[in-house]
């Protein structure tokens, strides 16, 4: 059986090596001190998503990612490793969305892209560690959504497994298709660039892109369609001005504070369960932990 | 997560080597193939992108999954159970991901399936595979073995078995018995043929690295009767036909990733690959060629692990109030590892761009009739080849091992100890100058050009060459090396005796390496400043290490010889 399957991805900054000019004065992030990258989950969801695919032959990941026209970056490092074909959904109008703006955004591409099987995702993206797109966009496309998934065990009559990480165990839970799964940390890791695959695809470029080669080598791209990254706008995908960006925005950032680790004070426990069962309720209720 | 190849600059150096566009160039056949392959490049600075990005695929493997698993592959190790041979689970890992990154059969053309790089970035990515587990460069360059295959099989041969290995199916050369180490001509595997033709195999092979993978090349006696290396045909077993068992794997000292196999052949079904009676004096010489550059770019991965190690424990362990780096007897032990890297792995390069060329012109001759030019090209840098091959091995693995050496004496006690990767290096190490020919073997197939002159006209090659002002006082004293050099090789082919030659062998192999290490590294300081520093400690080293050779020489008396035999 093959399957047309969607991947969401997001370029992010890379927060896990943040140094000290990592956050502007005014406390949001300062992008250009960190670079870009593929979101870690999303790469987690790839995997998942070229594994369903090596199963079922003939099957056709497609990546789909809105953000900066840059984000054609991680469209070539999915086709790199593995996926047919990317979206990028850009527009200046789709900027300062959050999550509920960017659901609506995604769930009106993923509308246009028409016949889907199944729409995989990472939980959640490390810039704003909110996991809240990925559900959105099943609420919105009306399907249903397994979150938390560690490994996609088989997709059979319509129906896929899947085995979910929580907090205290394991589930195993069957959805049917179409569904919306989000991809945990904890899954495997996905597979490297192929050798093959990069040397044929190293040229793949989006229309901003293009627009910036050469004559000579635009030609060369137009000679070949799988070089061409689609770029889809807002207007594209009948997205309602009011629903998207900021406008489309109903969260706003009050304030943002740094938070300064400082050592005030220490304690010493004796040797006995009380007290060590004492302080971790402690540190629990404080949110130090857990 | 370190990527091995964007953090070693010195890599990209060797790559860019001006020699590279002729070797691309050949290669490519003027990019001919860019029509109908859709990876394939369109001209020469988009080629060598392709190896520059490649490379970074294999740096990044290596600086991850394949560097994590070494300890676990190390302690595991290899298994036997049932007649097979059963990879530690990281091994399992790491060839699973290489296949996914397609990076097997890199130097196997297009049309079955594979990169067609020239073998110098394949070279390089085997370099960066052994700094990560040395052990698991012996499965990975194995894949070398389809080369014997596109050389010498039948184009039915290679359009069933060559997609297979660029698919990522692994390779074994089946040459060692128990009589048969070093003196290959006493192989005793009997190939039979049956009554319509069907090649058997029966005997025993041992020592057989990746004893149990997909497509073994094996050495077997056709000829009934015959006792020496024209006896000897050269075979294809596709493990798929089954009739080989493993009957045990070696339990050895390091490389414990890679099975070492005692294999039976019971009536197994095979297949002649080239002409009978051609298996060692043709096809297991370019097979043993091939393997053994293969061996000098696994010495060089480990000296540079050796080397890092080294370096990285030197800066963090405070002893008296310091940095150890900062004791000059550390300091010069750490230089000198560089050194010993840089020299080797320039050699491992030169040799292999002279490989590239010779065989390069080798394989264009089956499309076309070379050109006087060409063909004299193709002579001159096969004769190169043929001498430098034994000299990065022999060399280059010694220098490995040294280096090994010194990285644990740089750890002191706790490189005496299991907990750092110095020990599990220093084992893996040792065997590189042991397998596909030990060092000793290496000096016999190098003595040739000590004494017909390649090594000289080389030398005189590399001194004719424009180097930087400020380089002279190196070049000085390269020029005089190599006179004490003419003089020692003069006194010893004086003597007229080949006894005394055999015994001088060694001494003289590395007079010539020395110098021409020490020239490599004079080109390499002149197009890079980096290298600077590692020519200078070079060419000190080698200064002493030609005065002494020279000095032996100069006050052996013939007569003595004597007192040296057993």
């Not at chain 1, 594209?236 to 504070?257: C, F, H, M, N, W």
Request: glycine share 8%; aromatic share 8%; net charge negative.
């Amino acid at each position: 059986m093959s399957l047309n399957i969607i991947v969401l991805a997001k370029q992010v900054p890379d927060t896990r090596n943040v140094g000290k000019d990592a956050m502007k004065e005014d406390g949001t992030i300062n992008r250009a001190a960190l670079p870009a990258i593929f979101n870690p989950e999303d790469l987690n969801a790839l995997e998942q998503a070229l594994r369903i695919k090596d199963e079922n032959p003939g099957s056709k990941v497609t990546l789909l990612t809105m953000g900066l026209p840059r984000a054609s970056e991680i469209i070539r490092e999915a086709i790199f490793r593995g996926a047919d074909a990317g979206i990028v959904l850009t527009d200046r109008a789709l900027g300062g969305a959050d999550t509920l703006a960017t659901s609506y955004s995604l769930a009106q591409a993923v509308k246009k892209f028409g016949n889907y099987d199944i729409i995989l995702g990472g939980r959640q993206a490390i810039d704003g560690d909110t996991a809240q797109v990925g559900p959105q966009i099943a609420e919105k496309l009306g399907i249903p959504q397994v979150t938390y998934a560690e490994e996609i065990l088989g997709i059979k009559d319509g129906k896929v497994t899947v085995r979910r990480r929580l907090e205290h165990g394991v589930e195993t839970v069957v959805a049917p298709l179409p569904c919306v799964v989000t991809v945990n940390g904890s899954a495997a890791d996905c597979r490297p660039r192929n050798a093959r695959r990069l040397m044929k695809y190293k040229y793949a470029v989006s229309p901003s892109e293009k627009s910036k080669l050469s004559a000579e080598d635009q030609a060369f791209v137009d000679a070949r369609p799988y070089l061409n990254i689609e770029e889809w706008s807002a207007a594209y995908v009948d997205a309602d001005p009011e629903q998207i960006g900021l406008a489309g925005s109903p969260t706003k950032v009050k304030a943002i504070e740094n938070v300064v680790f400082t050592a005030k004070e220490s304690r010493r426990l004796d040797n006995d369960d009380q007290q060590i069962e004492d302080l971790i309720k402690e540190l629990i209720t404080n949110h130090t932990i857990g | 997560m370190a990527n091995f190849y964007t953090d070693n600059p010195d890599l990209k150096h060797h790559l860019n080597h001006p020699l590279m566009q002729k070797i691309v160039e050949l290669k490519e056949r003027n990019f001919s193939d860019a029509e109908k392959f859709d990876y394939a490049p369109r001209n020469f600075e988009d080629a060598m992108d392709n190896y520059d990005k490649v490379l970074e695929i294999v740096g990044y493997l290596c600086g991850g999954l394949i560097a994590d698993n070494a300890e676990g592959v190390d302690h595991q190790g290899a298994s036997c159970a049932d007649g097979r041979a059963i990879y530690a689970d990281g091994t399992v890992e790491n060839l699973d991901a290489c296949r996914k990154a397609g990076l097997m059969g890199m130097s196997m053309p297009r049309r079955f399936g594979g990169l067609n790089f020239p073998i110098t970035p394949y070279i390089m990515a085997a370099d960066i595979v052994s700094r990560a587990d040395t052990g698991f460069e012996n499965l990975w360059g194995l894949q070398d073995c389809a080369e014997t295959i596109y050389e010498f099989a039948d184009e039915d041969q290679k359009a069933r078995f060559i997609p297979r290995v660029c698919e990522g199916e692994t390779m074994s050369m089946d040459l060692t018995e128990p009589d048969a180490g070093s003196d290959l001509q006493s192989v005793m595997l009997k190939a039979t043929q049956d009554e319509d033709g069907t090649w058997r195999l029966n005997g025993v092979k041992r020592f057989i690295t990746n004893g149990d993978s997909d497509i073994h090349l094996v050495l077997a006696r056709s000829e009934e009767g015959t006792k020496d290396g024209r006896g000897l045909s050269m075979f294809i077993y596709d493990k798929r036909d089954g009739g080989v068992n493993v009957r045990r794997i070696e339990n050895k000292m390091g490389i414990k990733g890679s099975p070492t196999c005692e294999l039976v052949y019971k009536n197994a079904k095979a297949e002649l690959c080239g002409n009978r009676r051609l298996g060692l004096i043709k096809y297991v010489m370019a097979l043993m060629n091939g393997a053994r550059l293969g061996i000098a770019a696994q010495s060089v991965g480990v000296s540079e692990l050796a080397y890092r190690e080294a370096l990285a424990y030197a800066k963090d362990r405070k002893q008296f109030g310091k940095a150890i780096i900062e004791f000059p007897a550390v300091a010069e032990m750490i230089s000198v590892m560089k050194a010993k890297l840089d020299a080797s792995r320039a050699l491992l390069y030169e040799c292999s761009r002279f490989v590239d060329m010779y065989k390069l012109y080798e394989d264009i001759a089956k499309e076309r009739s070379l050109t006087a030019d060409e063909r004299a090209e193709m002579k001159h840098y096969s004769k190169l080849a043929d001498a430098l091959t034994p000299m990065a091995k022999g060399m280059g693995s010694e220098y490995c091992n040294q280096n090994a050496y010194d990285c644990i004496q740089v750890h002191g006690g706790s490189g005496f100890m299991k907990d750092y990767a110095c020990e599990r290096l220093y084992r893996d190490a040792r065997i590189t100058s042991i397998y596909e020919g030990t060092t000793q073997l290496q000096v016999v197939a190098a003595i040739r050009h000590v004494t017909t002159g390649t090594y000289k006209a080389l030398i005189e090659s590399y001194a004719a060459q424009e180097y930087k002002p400020e380089l002279q006082a190196l070049k000085d004293n390269l020029a005089a090396m190599t006179e004490q050099y003419v003089k020692a090789v003069e006194t010893v082919t004086a003597v007229n005796d080949t006894a005394y030659t055999d015994f001088m062998a060694r001494r003289m192999v590395e007079m010539a390496g020395n110098i021409i290490m020490g020239y490599l590294l004079l080109s390499d300081a002149n197009r890079n400043e980096s290298f600077v520093k590692s020519a200078t400690v070079y060419n000190k080293l080698a200064q002493a290490e030609v005065a002494k050779h020279a000095d032996f020489i100069a006050n052996f008396n013939p007569a003595q010889l004597d007192f040296y035999k057993a």
